[in-house]
Structure formats: C-alpha cells, structure tokens
C-alpha cells in the first residue's frame, strides 16, 4: 500500500447554487475511501476570467491520499459529475469545477493531467485560497502578481 501524500484541490462553481455545490463537493472530497480532508480554505468569491457568467465561488481542499493522481482525478471527476459537469467549451460557466492543483512534489504531463496545474500561479481565486491553508506553498511575488484580481472571502 502505499504512504499517503499530500495534495491540494481547487474548488470552482458558478452555475446554480453555487457556494452549496462548493460546500456539498468539499462533503463529497471527505468521504472519499482513500483520502482524508486535512484541510480546507475559506469560501472566495471571484469574477471570471477569461469567460463569461456569474462570479465563482471557490475554496481549495487540503487532502492527505494514498490515492495515484490519476486516480484521485477519477474520484474528482465523477463528483463533478454528479454535480451536473458539462463541458461543453473551454472556460465554460460550471456547475464545479474540481483541479488537482498540487499533488506532494510530483510533477506531471500526461494526456490526462498536469501537476502543478499550469495556471494556478496565475490565478488568485487559486493563491489566495491556498495560501491560507499553506502560505509556504504559495510565494510573495506569485500574490503580487495576481493582485489586480478581485477575489473576496464571503
């Protein structure tokens, strides 16, 4: 079997009832056999970027996991699922949205998956929230450069 890591979730909806499919996703991560949540940010909300709709609601997840990433994709994906995920166009409105945005140290490119998720440094509905659950895993100059962002606790 083997040790478990950490990892951390991005968290993102806009379409519905947003915070409560945020809130419901973060239950749905919990009871996930092969992970325990550690942790878990407070709600943000932000504008979208690079998209059309409403303002997101977005948290990150702090798991630890004996779960392979591509394995806890799957789990992540089929909560999405459930939720109603459509994907029907890049940057599409969402019902959720849920990314694996680091996963221990592991770096990875495949079909499938990128670890570190390539936009995270880019995004402040990302750092923000991270950075309050793991402010050594987000750097100073990362926040500073997304400050133009309006991303707000709600």
């Known amino acids: 079997m ?21 809130l419901q996703a973060l239950k749905a991560i ?10 878990q940010s407070s709600l943000y909300g932000s504008a979208p970027i690079d998209a059309g709709g409403d303002d997101y609601v977005n ?4 798991v630890q996991t004996r779960l ?5 994709l799957e789990q992540l994906q089929s ?11 890049r940057n599409a409105p ?11 140290q592991l770096v990875l490119n495949d079909d499938d998956l990128v670890i570190p998720h ?24 990362h926040l500073q450069s997304v400050a133009d962002q309006a991303v707000w606790v709600l």
């Open 68 to 72: 392979s990433p591509h394995a806890l």
């Open 2 to 22: 083997r040790a478990p890591v950490s990892a951390y979730i991005g968290l993102g909806a806009n379409l519905g009832d947003a915070r409560s499919t945020v």
């Open 79 to 89: 909560i999405e699922n459930a939720a109603g995920r459509a994907r029907p166009y």
């Open 118 to 141: 390539p936009r995270m440094r880019q995004r402040a509905f990302v750092l923000r929230p991270l950075a309050e659950i793991a402010p050594a895993l987000v750097e100073r100059a």
């Open 30 to 39: 919990a009871d996930l056999d092969g992970l325990v949540l550690t942790g």
């Open 94 to 104: 969402r019902t959720l949205d849920l990314d694996i945005l680091l996963y221990d």
């Open 59 to 62: 948290a990150v997840a702090e």
